[in-house]
Nanobody, 125 residues
Framework: QVQLVESGGGLVQAGDSLSLSCAAS????????MGWFRQAPGKEREFVAA????????YYHDSVKGRFTISRDNAKNTVYLQMNSLKPEDTAVYYC??????????????????WGQGTQVTVSS
């Protein structure tokens, strides 16, 4: 069992930066690939970024490439999402997930075993 708790969301202006964190419980964090997804009002949850168990492999949705960076610290059981040059269309609830199925990094929602409760990110224009 893995419990995930996101933090760092908030209200920012377009062009600003924000850093999200996702703290995981348990001693097996380093065996899970991690990812970030987001869900805007009236839309389905979509993939944002993913990272392999080692941190060597990362994946991004085209809409965030060059602006967002995913990283992890296995010693702290934490995965991060640094978001720069934020746009109003980045407004959503951001969720982190843990995947045991795809160690190299999972980009599909169904590949994730555990989810956090989400943190709201709102970008004003």
């Amino acid at each position: 069992q893995v419990q995930l708790v996101e933090s760092g969301g908030g209200l920012v202006q377009a062009g600003d930066s924000l850093s999200l964190s996702c703290a995981a419980s348990g001693r097996t964090f380093s065996s899970y690939a991690m990812g970030w997804f987001r869900q805007a009002p009236g839309k389905e949850r979509e993939f944002v970024a993913a990272i392999s168990v080692s941190g060597d492999n990362t994946y991004y949705h085209d809409s965030v490439k060059g602006r967002f960076t995913i990283s992890r610290d296995n010693a702290k059981n934490t995965v991060y999402l640094q978001m720069n040059s934020l746009k109003p269309e980045d407004t959503a609830v951001y969720y982190c997930g843990a995947s045991a199925m795809v160690p190299i990094g999972a980009v599909l929602e169904l590949e994730y075993d555990y989810w956090g409760q989400g943190t709201q990110v709102t970008v004003s224009s």
